[in-house]
Every structure is written in C-alpha cells, then in structure tokens.
Nanobody, 126 residues
Framework: QLQLAESGGGLVQPGGSLRLSCVAS????????ITWIRQAPGKEREGVSC????????DYLDSEKGRFTIVRDNSKNTVYLQMNSLKPGDTAVYYC???????????????????WGRGAQVTVPS
C-alpha cells in the first residue's frame, strides 16, 4: 500500500523559507490527490494546501496564499510544499496525506485523504 514520508522540516527564523518533501513508496502518486495538513500543539488540524490528481486544481489556506506553493513531481514520486516568508504562526507539525478517490476543492476537505505520513516539525520562533 501507499506509504508517505515527509522531510525538510526544521527551525527557521521569521521571514525565512523551507521546502518540505513528501516521498511516496508502494504506489505511484499520479493516482492520488494530495493535501498538506498541519497541527500546532493544542490546536486543531488544518489543511494548508491541496493538489488534485491531474494538477488542474490547487487550493491554499487563506493565511498562506501567496507564501506557500504545492508542487507535484510524479517522475520522482514526490510532492513539495515550498514555504516562504515564514511566520511564528506557521509553527506546527506538517503532514502530507493522499487519497486515491479524493478531490481538491478546498483545503478543509481532507477527510478523503486515507494515507498519511508521520509528519515533519517546522518551528518559526518569535
């Protein structure tokens, strides 16, 4: 079955950038919609960005529009989340999740993402 592994997290000063990677194994990502989801300590999970199976649709959390970019590279079986102009409010564990029959209408509709990675910590101090 599909397995996902995030990498690229770390501590970044405000205004800095990170690129998270989500590498898939066990199956090709070209049949899955993908959502990046984050959870800060004591907070609810929230969808950050999603991309449809065909890359024809993407969506972003309002607070991250213009700062975050989701990119699919099927040749590498990898999805990236480029994060620029990072703020303390971006501090969270970031998960990638995939759903074979899921869609990307908006970042809040990630319940159809059946496969999850273990997460990558992103810390932006104040």
């Amino acid at each position: 079955q599909l397995q996902l592994a995030e990498s690229g997290g770390g501590l970044v000063q405000p205004g800095g950038s990170l690129r998270l990677s989500c590498v898939a194994s066990g199956y090709s990502l070209d049949r899955y919609a993908i959502t990046w989801i984050r959870q800060a300590p004591g907070k609810e999970r929230e969808g950050v960005s999603c991309v449809s199976i065909t890359d024809k649709a993407t969506d972003y959390l309002d607070s991250e529009k213009g700062r975050f970019t989701i990119v699919r590279d099927n040749s590498k079986n990898t999805v990236y989340l480029q994060m620029n102009s990072l703020k303390p409010g971006d501090t969270a564990v970031y998960y990638c999740a995939a759903g074979r029959h899921a869609v990307c209408r908006n970042v809040f509709e990630y319940s159809g993402m059946n496969y999850w990675g273990r997460g990558a910590q992103v810390t932006v101090p104040s």
